[in-house]
């Protein structure tokens, strides 16, 4: 049930942060925020991890959950299962670091 929640929510959620991002970024630029190059440097960093997420690692997710028929009944060693959580993982740590850059921004800001 989860699994099914997250795959309709995550594709509109990375839409939503690449939104954001631009829209930090720009506004970075018309103001006179201190620090503006290091600040810009932590959004465009966001940006790439998040496009790669958008574009790159969810489809193949996707496209991968998928193929498995079920998450309960496929032994977690099967290889659309280790590929899956590998991708998984990558995600999750692609998540960290542009909440850590958020973070970063909010305390250099």
Not at 14 to 23: D, H, P, S, V
Not at 60 to 83: C, G, M, N, W, Y
Not at 88 to 100: D, F, P, Q
Request: aromatic content about 8%.
């Amino acid at each position: 049930m989860a699994g099914k929640i997250v795959g309709v929510l995550f594709p509109g959620y990375f839409k939503w942060g690449l939104a954001c991002e631009i829209i930090a970024l720009v506004t970075l630029f018309l103001s006179g925020a201190r620090h503006r190059t290091v600040a810009a440097i932590i959004i465009v960093v966001m940006l790439a991890v998040t496009s790669v997420q958008a574009f790159v690692i969810e489809p193949k997710a996707a496209a991968l959950k998928k193929e498995i028929p079920s998450f309960e009944t496929t032994p977690k060693d099967h290889p659309l299962r280790v590929q899956f959580r590998k991708l998984h993982g990558v995600s999750a740590v692609g998540n960290l670091a542009v909440i850590g850059g958020g973070i970063a921004l909010l305390i250099l800001l």
